[in-house]
Each structure stands twice: as C-alpha cells, then as structure tokens.
DNA sequence: ATTACATTGCGTCATAATAACACATTAACG
DNA sequence: CGTTAATGTGTTATTATGACGCAATGTAAT
C-alpha cells in the first residue's frame, strides 16, 4: 500500500490523506476500529490517500471497505485536521531509512499532510476487522480505553465523538449501529454510552418512541436474566425520513 | 497574489484551497461577501492558498483579513469539498494562456484543488470591501440574489447557510453579525432571515431573553417610524458561556 | 414449589416549554 | 388629533420534560 503510493504518488492527492473513525457498538460499549503497525507502540486510525481520479468520499467509503469489508453503511466527513506540525514526527528521516525509502522519494512524505476526517457507524456483528499485510493489526478497542494514538489521532477521534454527541440531538442514531432486531434497554445504552451519561428508563421509552421510527416486533429476546425485554426493529422508511428532516427543529 | 503563488508554489500547500462564506447582515438582508474578477463574467468566494508553515485555520484568518479587515471574529471550518471534477474547467489551458502563465509552471494549477470550506459572520457596519488590485470587485449580495458562481462554489455557499441554520439550534447568534447596540425586532429579522420563515415577535422575545445573553438598556432607537423599540446589547459573558455550552441539549 | 431479586413495562404528576392569540402603548404622519 | 404601524406585556391551551411509583416477568437461590 505505502510502496505503492510512494512510487505513483502522481496518481494520489499530494498532501492530503484520510482518517477514519470508525464507531461500532458491543457489549454495551462504544468501540473504535483501531489499527497497529508492528514497528511502532502506537495505534492509529484507518485511513488512506485519495486518487487524484477519485472524489473525496468515494476515498473515504473506499478506506472504510478495505478495513470492514462493509459499505453502504453510515459514513460522514465532520472535520479537517491541518495544523502545521501535524505529521511533523510521522515520516522524518529515520523513519524513512527504516522504511527503506529512499529520501527522494519520500520526500513528499515528510511535508505536512492535511487530513479528512469521516465517521461510520457500522454493525459491530457484521465486521471482520481486516489487516492489510501481515504486520498490521485491526481492533475494536473500547472508546474509553484508546491508547496512545499518532499524531494528532486523539485529537481526530475525539472531535468525532463529539460530532456524534451533537448530532444525536438533529437525527436518529442507531440504525447503522445495533443489529435488525434490537430491545430499548440496548438502544438506550447506545445513548448513554455515547453521551457518557444515565437517562431514565421511561422517559427514555416514551421520548424514542414518540420520534416514529421504532416498531414493536411481537417477539421478545431469549435467554436473557430477568424479565425478556420486547425487541423492536427500525422503520426504515420512517427512519430515513427523520434522518433527511432531522428533530428538535429548535426555533 | 496568484503569480507569487505560481512563482513559489513549492511554499503553498499543494492542491489544497480555502474558501471563505463571509456572512453580513444589513438592510433585513442576510448578505455575503463575493468577488468578481473583470475578465470573468461569474462570481465566487473569496478563498486562498495555505502556506506551508500556516495552520489551515490561520491561513482561513488570513483569507478573512485580507478581503475585510477584520479579525478577532467569528470564523469556523465547515466541510470540504473534493469532487474530482470540482475545478476541471477553472484552469484549463485556455485560462493559463489568457493570464500568460508557462503551462510547464501552471500544470499544478489544472490538477484538482480540494478546498477547506469555512463560514464567518461579521459585523456589516464595520467592514469595508477590500479589492486585491485594481481587476477584482468585491461586493456584499444579498443571499436570496447571488448570481452565478464558479466551479462549486454555489454548493459550498449552500451548504454553509445549511450549517448556519442548524447551528442557531445549537448556539446563540447575533454577536458578530449585529452592531453592538440593536433591538429585538432586528435580532428576531435576522433570525428570520436565516431559517428564512417567520417567527411570532412575542415567542421570540421569551425564548431569547430567557437564554440570559442579553442586557436590556436604558435606551431606545431614535429616528424610527412608530414606536420606537428599545435597545439591547449582548452581554459577552454569558453569551461566551452559551457559545461554549451550547443550547436545546436534547437529550 | 416458593421466594427473592433484578429488570422490564406502563402510568402518574408537577413543572417547564411552546404555540396561538388579545390588548394596551407609543411615535410619526397626514 | 385621529390613523396607522409598529412595539411591549400578558393569557391560555397544549405539549414536552423530569422525577417518580408500582405491577409484571423471568432467573436463580432456598
């Protein structure tokens, strides 16, 4: 993939990349789909460049696809990281040498890059996190225990949640996120993990269900302790509607 | 301005752009700053290229600065756009002979431009269009009267007024874009003029003074038909605090 | 089997926010 | 000096929200 880049960087963008934050939902936890080389201590987020010959978002589905093997899926630019020292430390010279690329040729690689940001919400259950090449690893970490991150990643990751938190209040959530069938407990725990807060049980109930998307299925989860909560699937056409119109119009 | 960047396009961000929707409010009109140049017969954004040794927002500053003076106000990244096509016809060979510019030096030119889309909102009253040299015109148009733009900067235009709007759910407005002393009914039009519907005057009086961002004076507008209305002012502390917090958490 | 317990489902009530509207007040103007 | 077109203040009905109570349900311990 670098070598790639590196030896038709013609063919991509100059100093412009992608980065992904890519959010799924487990066990009650906000997961982000994290990525490590080998050589280095630290994690990154996915991300890529963009071919010259490629639109910015068909860039980001494609850097979304190659980790997830998903799309179609939920993903939205929220933000543009270009600080000057950004990438000061990523690619210097040792790097370069450790790489094995030749400083010519790499040259570019050690400007600053300017990076766009996106964010997807995916269907945990549904994704193999998938490594490109044998020394990368791919992890669903728990947001609340990201690790040290390269660059300026945490600063990415946490302007993306914080995007989430906002525009959780101007559209529904959780379509691209829980699985079909799904109970209001689980939904409500979505919310209150992303908002990093409780909410009570009923007025949780009353106020999701007043929105119109939800529709009660005539089944309840199995194999569960205590009382089966019922299961509820999306309306999707309802949903989308929502989605386009937005809520809490304000004034 | 662009032959110093074709001359030393090794010191600008390469294929990188910002654009700038500089937003007014005069006359009950929502206006935005654009710029002519004589030769061409469309008008566009004011925008910039961003020095390698400048963060993206500083080299947005700098774009603001130089077409009004002003500094210190409300300016904020908002999206951007990188369709493959979104300059294709910009700097094609045509234009690069009209402007006499080598090709050898303006290939870079005709390669697609990503730009950084930021909004501002600043204070009519104090701003004096500030032409680049003698060809360019710079004019504030009322939003509902923009005529045709270039490239895609009706889209980046549109979707600046689209995040406007869903931000004055968010966040109080009126600071930056309105002289230090006005009334309610002028705050309310401006409102009005954003979300582009009515609003009833006794609701929004509520509803506004209840935020707590504003100070009543002991003063009313003078020269003005029927009665006449009192005056306000912002009180900048707790309109930061808002601003920090926001407002309608939603959940 | 019976009981304890955690969790779900449904409902209530007081309070706050919103929408729709009535009426008095003010200043310019003919 | 009355007309007119604004502003300032208040009222009422409706809806949304926040803070709870209590019964129903299924698991697990006794």
């Known amino acids: 993939m670098l070598k790639d880049i590196i030896d038709n960087n013609e063919n991509y963008q100059p100093g412009l990349s992608i980065d992904c934050v890519i959010f799924g939902f487990h ?19 996915p991300g ?3 071919p010259v010959d490629q639109d910015i978002d068909t860039a980001a589905i ?8 998903v799309d179609g899926v939920f993903l939205r630019q929220f933000a543009t990281f270009g600080k000057v020292d950004r990438n ?9 040498e450790y790489l094995k690329i030749e400083e ?28 490109i090449g044998r020394y990368e690893i791919v992890e669903w970490i728990d947001h609340k225990e990201v690790p040290e991150l390269i660059l300026d990643h945490r600063e990415i ?22 699985p079909e069938k799904f109970t209001i407990p689980e939904l409500q725990k979505l919310y209150e993990t992303i908002l990093d807060k409780k909410l009570d ?5 009353r106020k999701i269900t007043n929105i119109g ?35 809490n119009q304000g004034w």
């Open 157 to 178: 990751l946490d302007k993306a949640l914080d995007t989430l938190r906002t525009e959780l209040n101007l559209m529904p959530i959780g379509y691209n996120l829980l």
């Open 104 to 131: 010519a040729k790499g040259k570019w690689l050690m400007r600053r890059f300017v990076t766009i940001g996106y964010y997807a919400l995916v269907d945990f259950s549904k994704i193999l996190p998938n490594p």
């Open 62 to 69: 494609t850097v979304l696809n190659s980790r997830t093997g």
């Open 213 to 247: 998307i939800l529709t009660k299925l005539d089944e309840k989860k199995s194999n569960v302790a205590h009382k089966a909560p019922n299961l509820y699937s999306f309306d999707k056409e309802k949903y989308d509607e929502v989605l386009k119109n937005g809520l």
């Open 88 to 96: 000061k430390q990523h690619f210097d010279k040792k790097t370069l």
């Open 27 to 45: 066990d009650n936890q906000l997961k982000v789909l994290l990525i490590k080389v080998e050589r280095a201590n630290k994690w990154s987020l």
């Open 48 to 50: 890529g460049f963009i």
């Open 201 to 205: 049980r009923r007025n949780f109930l």
